[in-house]
């Protein structure tokens, strides 16, 4: 009795298709039954019976992704944001270690950059066409971090700023 109760009460929510259905009336009415069913026992079946409207797959989340395999904006396109511009040309260390850690590198990295050709500004000109799959070559990049570092650094702020895609949850419930 006990185990027949216990398979009535699953809720039929949990059926994905006809066959799981099929399969659930035919094992709860393979339990043999000590007593007679009562009335709930019965109305309860007959409702998982009934049920035609089955989810099959559920809505997908959509993302728009830019694939593009060139820069979004040219080397000396910094005036199109005017703001990151003057914080690079105010203050360039700043600004790289503000773009380094937006980028999900250490803070202070780009403070290692010493000597003629820049090794942070090049492997981080490098790994970021890389990743967002820009093509280009390491000569055109060491040319540009050496003779245009603010440049660059611009460059690659306002790249991570256009690929940049937030996650939104929907639906998504908060711990109470």
Known sequence: MRNRQ??????????????????FLRFSSAVTPTSPP???????????????????????PVVETVQSNQWNSGICDCWEDK????FAFWCLPC???KT???YGQCLCLPLLDLGIVPPITLSMRVSMRQQYGITGTICNDCLYATFC???TWCQMAREMKQ?????VLINARTKE
């Open 38 to 60: 009562t009335q709930g026992e019965n109305t309860h079946r007959e409702a998982v019976a009934m049920t035609t409207k089955l989810v099959i797959q559920q809505p997908q």
């Open 95 to 97: 600004f790289t270690c």
């Open 6 to 23: 216990s398979l009535l009460q699953m809720p039929a929510v949990t059926l994905s298709n006809k066959n799981a259905l099929l399969l």
């Open 83 to 86: 703001a990151n511009c003057c």
């Open 100 to 102: 380094s850690q937006d």
């Open 149 to 151: 570092r603010a440049c």
């Open 163 to 167: 690929r940049f895609q937030p996650i």
